[in-house]
């Protein structure tokens, strides 16, 4: 039996869903309470160069919404700096068994609408993230529950379908960020209104619980109406609340005074989409924003050089990749992905593009996570052995359609260094630059031949790292947006996160990866590294290694 206790850190202790910062002063800053808040007040202005997909924690599976998400709502865990476990809203937790975990959740926490937060909540969320009627990308992350048991009131009890040893850390992510239930119930109702069913929200849940064939209908027939109440008016329990949003453009939230810790300095942040890297840059030398995300490579000097301005970098646990729709033809033959593969100066790219930013990527996983091995080997670049693999699956006068996000250049100048690469080869690639959202819609949907995209991994745990992105459960917009399809990869990552023994889990993720080096679906081009900016006149700023914000500690001088 396991037990992980976390009562020494109450009140000490409080982060957001990886929030990876120094709250040594928390405590300090309490004492002063709202006059302080008061005080500094402010709000910030933080340029994004990409704007929430959804407001919705189980709505999609991308960083810049979840960047936004962070500030409103709160998961029973999260990580401190070292990757390791520590509490929200759960004070403690216990692994009963191999497929029961027991969580004592905090008491005296309210959502912003004023409802309380407790085991029929952590139920009603789990639930929810879970029924195909929301049809939510993030499912595979807690798809193993099979139990949501409420004990009492602030105990709840999860059993797993099979042992799964990453579940602590799966809670850590933004799928496991608590809605007010109140919400929840209110956005099920108004589905079922607006497609006309007759069942009583009671009846549906009823129904749910059965599952079955009655329920896939009816959560059929009102999929395209969950979520919508949850879009328009978010309700968490974070230290800062919902305030309005105008798509495209901004979203601005503001100071939780009820939250149930320490409440924030800022009066609010407002979230400002600005898509083109210098206009960000120059939004922040000119004041208009306090701080900005994506910096970009290209500009480090710019920013560095500029004594008003501090440039945040640190190391993420990401993987920038360039993946292949291996459903189609010709890239469901491996040579032609190896050739590809071959044709890929990393190194040069990484000089080149990404100004010798971040880490060289062999495979997914990133350095410090569990199954990284500097011991394997990628396949290097060469260009006689591309032609020679393209002359053996006997492909000539190949045109692809690569897709790329267009509010990122460098996964452009990528695409573009692909481009003249592979022309020496007698290939023609047509570079399209889509619009962030209609881009994730694109690629889930399989509209591509090829794409450039990056995974945060944001757990930290090399299932995360591997299973979105390549296991068969996973193919569409959940994350395996190469449609790759192998069941000796899938047994051997079940077998991975089944397994209670970490060094078994190692050697299991070190195989996997070997897979995917010698079968290609993807180019794995480098680990990022996070770069972004603000203003001298503001000081907490502060990102993790999944490049997420906790703006509790933060102030404008």
């Known amino acids: 039996m396991k037990k992980f206790s976390f009562m ?28 302080t808040a008061a005080a500094e007040g402010g709000t910030l202005t933080l340029a994004i160069p990409s704007d929430a997909v959804s407001m919705d924690p189980h709505g999609s599976n991308d960083v810049p919404s979840e960047q936004i998400r962070d500030t409103i709502y709160e998961p029973l865990l999260t990580q401190d700096e070292n990757f390791e476990i520590v509490p929200v809203l759960a004070e403690e937790y216990e692994q009963v068994d191999d497929t029961t975990w027991q ?6 926490v309210t959502f912003h609408d004023g409802s309380e937060f407790n085991a029929d909540v952590v139920k009603a969320n789990i639930e929810r993230v879970k029924d195909p009627a929301k049809a939510s990308p993030r499912s595979f992350l807690l798809e193993m529950v099979s139990e949501v048991n409420v004990i009492d009131d602030y105990t709840v009890e999860l059993v797993t379908e099979y042992p799964f040893a990453p579940l602590a850390n799966n809670l850590t992510h933004g799928a496991g960020k608590m809605i007010s239930k109140d919400l929840i119930d209110a956005d099920y109702q108004q589905a079922l209104d607006e497609a006309g069913s007759d069942l009583s929200l009671e009846e549906y849940y009823d129904l749910r619980a059965e599952g079955g064939e009655e329920h896939e209908a009816v959560a059929n027939e009102i999929s395209s109406f969950v979520g919508q ?27 939780n005074d009820d939250y149930w810790g320490d409440t924030a300095l800022l009066d609010g942040v ?20 306090d701080a900005i995300l994506a910096t970009l490579s290209s500009n480090i000097d710019r920013v560095e050089n500029n004594e008003d301005v501090t440039l945040l970098r640190n190391d993420s646990v990401s993987i920038d990749y360039i993946g292949f729709n291996t459903e189609k033809e010709p890239f469901d033959d491996p040579r032609v992905r190896q050739a590809i593969t071959h ?7 990484l000089d080149g593009v990404y100004n010798g930013s971040g880490t060289p990527a062999e495979a997914p996983l990133a350095p410090g996570v569990l199954g990284y091995s500097e011991d394997l080997e990628g396949l290097e670049y060469n260009m006689d052995r591309a032609q020679e693999l393209l002359d053996e699956a006997g492909v000539e006068d190949l045109t ?15 695409a573009l260094w692909l481009q003249e690469s592979l022309s020496n080869l007698g290939i023609t690639v047509n570079v399209e630059q889509v619009e962030w959202g209609a881009y994730l819609a694109a690629t889930g949907a399989g509209e591509h031949d090829m794409f450039i995209l990056g995974w945060s991994n944001s757990t930290g745990d090399p299932d995360n790292g591997i299973s979105p992105l390549f296991h068969s459960d996973n193919i569409g917009d959940t994350g395996n947006r190469s449609f790759y399809n192998n069941p000796e990869l899938d047994s051997i990552l079940d077998e991975a996160r089944q397994s209670t023994e970490e060094s078994e889990r190692e050697e299991l993720y070190m195989e996997a990866q070997q897979i995917l ?17 603000y203003g001298n006149h503001v000081e907490g700023f502060e990102g993790d290694a999944y490049n997420i914000f906790n703006f509790r500690g933060t102030s404008i001088q």
């Open 8 to 35: 020494a850190l109450l009140g000490v202790l409080i982060l957001i869903l990886a929030a990876c910062t120094d709250d040594s002063n928390v405590e300090e800053e309490a004492t002063e309470g709202e006059e």
């Open 103 to 108: 969580f004592t959740l905090r008491e005296g």
């Open 229 to 255: 109440l949850v879009e328009s008016e978010p309700v968490g329990t974070n230290y800062f609340k919902f305030d309005s949003r105008s798509p495209g453009e901004q979203t601005a939230v503001v100071r």
């Open 270 to 289: 407002t979230f400002k989409v600005v898509s083109e890297p210098g206009s960000r840059i120059a939004e922040l030398e000119s004041g208009s924003s």
């Open 343 to 349: 044709a890929f100066d990393s190194e040069a790219v």
């Open 400 to 414: 692809i359609n690569l897709m790329v996000n267009d509010d990122n250049p460098e996964r452009v100048d990528v």
């Open 517 to 533: 080096v010698d079968e290609a679906p993807a180019i794995f081009i480098r680990h990022g590294e996070n770069l972004n900016a």
